[in-house]
């Protein structure tokens, strides 16, 4: 089956980012049916909060890959809301008009429910942007300042209906985190996070439908070969294991893939 990976850092604290790293990256992907990968950045690399500097240097790090390697990459931009809406709007202006950029991508700078997620919103929307939010637990990781529980990403999404969104980490957000989402058609949920649990892939397609699940590995956190598999030994049909693994990231981007 043809893959799209939607969460990849394939930079991760400075490693990865040599063309020979590049390059076995793109060829152990391509091994395993994975044709095109999101990058979201080295989001951790200045810790939870970067300034505007920081968060320029890893977007460009980002649109270097996009750039290199259209064929493979497509970038997310980073961002921290926190420094308010004039920077959050220039640096997303600033990346959505290079080649490659299709997303935002937010870490935990702050919860999703902090109101200065009005200023990622407006720039969804301004620039066609889709939003990926880290989101896990808060039950199992007790920093709900920062860290954003599946409710929280939920209420995002509900105050902001017209905004693309995917939860990231199905895995960290669990059973609770599907039922969180299953009343918001703008709200996906991405595949990543932790070692598979059984049932978890299937009850998801069951209470969000088959399209509103997209893979994602987290790699190099995460390695394919078992993030795949968890797709791939679900109880689905094939037809919808193609839309989790493929399809619903190609429509949801609007990617052109040969």
Not at 140 to 146: A, E, F, L, Q, S
Not at 204 to 225: F, K, T, W
Not at 243 to 253: P, S
Request: proline fraction near 5%; charge should be positive; include cysteine.
């Amino acid at each position: 089956m043809r893959i799209i990976d939607v969460h990849t850092h394939p930079v991760l604290f400075k490693q990865g980012r040599k063309p020979a790293e590049v390059r076995r990256l793109i060829a152990h992907g391509r091994r395993l049916g994975i044709v095109h990968m999101i990058a979201l950045g080295d989001v951790l690399l200045y810790g939870a909060q970067p300034n505007a500097a920081q968060l320029r240097a890893i977007n460009d790090e980002n649109a270097r890959l996009a750039r290199e390697h259209p064929d493979y990459f497509t970038a997310f931009v980073y961002l921290n809301p926190l420094l308010g809406e004039r920077a959050t709007m220039a640096e997303a202006e600033r990346c959505a008009a290079q080649p490659g950029f299709r997303g935002i991508k937010l870490e935990i700078a702050n919860n999703a429910a902090h109101p200065c997620m009005r200023h990622v919103a407006k720039a969804a929307r301004a620039f066609n942007l889709v939003v990926l939010q880290h989101s896990w637990s808060t039950t199992n990781i007790k920093d709900r300042k920062h860290q954003s529980d599946p409710a929280d990403t939920a209420l995002f999404a509900r105050r902001h209906p017209d905004v693309r969104i995917i939860m990231a980490h199905l895995t960290g957000i669990g059973f609770r985190g599907v039922l969180e989402a299953k009343a918001l058609p703008n709200l996906h949920v991405d595949t990543s996070g932790g070692y598979p649990e059984e049932g978890l892939i299937e009850y998801a397609v069951e209470h969000l439908g088959p399209d509103r699940v997209l893979y994602g590995s987290d790699l190099p956190i995460r390695e394919n070969s078992v993030t795949i598999g968890r797709i791939l030994g679900a109880d689905l049909p094939a037809a919808v294991k193609q839309k989790l693994l493929y399809g619903n990231t190609a429509r949801l981007l609007n990617l052109k893939l040969n």
